[in-house]
């Protein structure tokens, strides 16, 4: 058993309905997922706490290069009725 990185594409009809998730720093850079609620949409589409985001959309996790938890934050509040994220789980 080991990490797998998986893609999880959420969708929902109102975009005034939250994801059903947060996200906090990781040491490494990435952010982990976190307060995922239950029967939301982040439960309902298969998120879990401790996921580590890898990817929002096509923009890479990581402050030295790519998006910062700030950006991901933003992108999570953006009014958008479908939202892609890889994750990196333990399996």
């Not at 990490?3 to 850079?29: I, K, M, Q, T, Y």
């Not at 952010?31 to 239950?38: C, F, G, H």
């Not at 959309?57 to 009725?81: A, F, Q």
């Amino acid at each position: 058993m080991g990490d797998e990185a998986e893609l999880v594409v959420l969708e929902r009809e109102d975009v005034n309905v939250p994801w059903g998730f947060s996200v906090v720093p990781c040491p490494d850079g990435v952010a982990r997922i976190t307060q995922v609620e239950s029967g939301g949409l982040a439960d309902d589409f298969g998120l879990c706490d401790g996921d580590r985001v890898l990817h929002v959309g096509r923009m890479k996790v990581d402050p030295r290069d790519g998006l910062n938890l700030s950006n991901v934050e933003m992108l999570l509040r953006m009014p958008t009725p479908q939202l892609e994220i890889v994750v990196l789980r333990f399996v």
